[in-house]
């Protein structure tokens, strides 16, 4: 049985390390919250006293962590020096490209194969297995991974080398940002011009002006499938989880002097709404900015 060490059990990691289970591998978990230890225990996992325990005798180390200066930290001091050799390293956090470059080349040092695999999907895409992977690294690491990968997810996309997976996610991101802003605005507009919401939805989900944001998660209650709107915006992808993968974004582009002016706005509108006391309702409740 492949062993897995999975560190990091947040709203996303407990539901990955809940399928890994699921689907037959041995998962050793960590987490530094004990409420998210018991929930993996219940779930099936073993429980590590510290990261490196969990790694020590895994086979493949899974890692979801906040932010690119955690990862950086716990790969250098708790994971590269414990783990096998044959051991294969995927972090599945959304971070900047850099930072996921840096790692990978640390990993390459001392011959460990390391893969960039941000998701796309969402908490109940996690608990339900069936989230969207862009993957960045060498082809053959992203061959060995398939297996761990296909039981979290549906979908696995190996984007490129190193990094590529970070950078698919926020330019995607940084595209869903700035179309769910015009979404809303849309709606505001459409409304106030006289139309009914359910009547406009019918027209535009079937013309030029069709978008994810709009078929497959209204902002608008009683509208379309079932979206955090129907619940008065919780749950979902939190807004501050937007804004931090806007954050991301607009950094990678200052880095490569690319030209993201819809991107830039965005990711303002996005950080006044948090600012505004916003941060844990899902993100299309920046309609309630239009209002």
Not at 65 to 73: I, Q, S, Y
Not at 100 to 110: D, I, Q, R, W
Not at 260 to 279: D, Q, R, T, Y
């Amino acid at each position: 049985m492949t062993t897995v060490a999975f560190i990091g059990l947040g709203n996303m990691g407990s539901g990955m390390a809940d399928n890994l289970v699921k689907n037959g591998f041995n998962v050793v978990a960590f987490d530094l919250s004990e409420a998210a230890l018991a929930k993996a225990k219940d779930a099936g996992c073993a429980i590590a006293q510290s990261t490196q325990e969990a790694v020590s005798n895994a086979d493949i180390v899974v890692t979801m962590l906040p932010a690119g200066k955690h990862v950086m930290d716990i790969y250098t001091s708790q994971i590269l020096d414990n783990v096998g050799g044959n051991t294969l390293l995927i972090d599945c956090s959304t971070i900047d490209v850099e930072t996921a470059n840096k790692v990978s080349e640390l990993a390459a040092s001392k011959e460990l194969q390391m893969l960039d695999a941000p998701v796309s999907g969402g908490i109940a895409a996690a608990a339900g297995g069936t989230l969207t992977f862009m993957v960045g690294g060498d082809k053959e690491a992203f061959e060995k991974a398939q297996g761990v990968l296909g039981a979290m997810g549906k979908k696995i996309v190996h984007a490129g080398g190193h990094g590529a997976g970070q950078a698919a996610k926020i330019c995607n991101n940084m595209l869903l940002g700035a179309t769910m802003i015009a979404t809303c605005e849309s709606f505001q507009l459409a409304t106030k011009l006289g139309l009914d919401a359910q009547v406009f939805f019918d027209i535009a989900s079937n013309a030029s002006g069709q978008t994810w944001s709009m078929t497959s998660y209204c902002p608008v209650k009683g509208v379309g499938p079932q979206s955090p709107a129907d619940n008065d915006f919780a749950g979902g992808f939190a807004s501050a989880l937007m804004l931090k993968d806007l954050g991301l974004a607009m950094q990678g582009a200052k880095g490569v002097d690319a030209q993201v002016p819809m991107g830039e706005l965005a990711a303002k509108w996005f950080e006044m709404h948090c600012e505004e006391g916003n941060s844990s309702m899902d993100f299309s409740s920046i309609i309630n900015r239009l209002a």
